[in-house]
């Protein structure tokens, strides 16, 4: 019983020196570290490839690969995903030419929400709570988009002003058929801002049959 006693005493001291102090109620146990922690501790500290740290100073996960610490994958991504299939309920798209529409996905039709940095406050808009990178993409298609040339533009406003087209051009078929335009934008925003994706289909007024429909918004 003493021995093993020992061996459990030596083994807290060596994880001690090597992390730092444990903090008490340590989510399950992972050890709580500093930046200064991790840039002196390594494969000289005996720490095994594997090993699991939280870098409080970062706010982050941590794996020791053998050689170096790498910082895992956003324990909860913050991402957004709006997506809705428009088949047989008679979504409409409409248009006026050269004239931005919202794109009609709410709250309703949210199909991932994660990390809490982002609030749909109505169709196409979105605001988020924390300042950093994202990367936006927007989708919509339609299944009666008429022969000839038609310009499309889907673009990104940011507290009402536009910040950049995530596709534009003109859709040119020879018939009446299925059509569909995507694209992605990578912008730096602020806490509170607000992103609206909006669309523009020049068919002279007459609003076309909407099909799918996506907003994706994730903080990189």
């Known amino acids: 019983m003493n021995i093993k006693f020992c061996f459990c005493v030596f083994a807290f001291c060596v994880i001690s ?28 500290q005996g720490i095994q490839a594997g090993t699991l740290v939280y870098n409080q100073d970062v706010g982050s996960l941590y794996q020791f690969d053998g050689t ?30 050269n004239t931005y529409f919202d794109f009609p996905l709410n709250a309703s039709h949210t199909q991932v929400n994660t990390g809490g940095v982002f609030t749909v406050l109505g169709n196409g808009r979105i605001q988020i709570s924390e300042a950093g990178t994202y990367l936006m993409s927007a989708e919509l298609s339609t299944n009666n ?5 038609t310009k499309y533009i889907i673009g990104a406003f940011r507290n009402g002003n536009l910040i950049g087209y995530l596709t534009r051009g003109f859709a040119s078929l020879p018939n009446q ?9 990578m912008y730096n925003l602020n806490a509170n801002d607000i992103i609206g994706f909006r669309y523009v289909l020049n068919n002279n007024g007459n609003a076309l049959s909407a099909r799918f429909l996506n907003i994706g918004m994730t903080k990189i």
């Not at 170096?68 to 995903?81: D, F, M």
């Not at 058929?177 to 934008?185: F, I, P, Q």
Request: aromatic share 6%; charged share 15%.
């Open 145 to 149: 988009m008429p022969a000839g040339d």
């Open 68 to 97: 170096n610490w790498i910082r895992l994958a956003e324990e909860i991504r913050k991402t957004i995903v709006l997506n809705r299939s428009a088949a047989g309920n008679n979504t409409l798209l409409p248009n006026t030419t």
């Open 17 to 44: 020196n090597i992390y730092g102090q444990l903090e008490p109620g340590a989510l399950m146990g992972i050890p709580n570290v500093s930046n200064a922690d991790m840039i002196i501790s390594g494969a000289a």
């Open 177 to 185: 058929d299925w059509w569909g335009g995507t694209g992605v934008l």
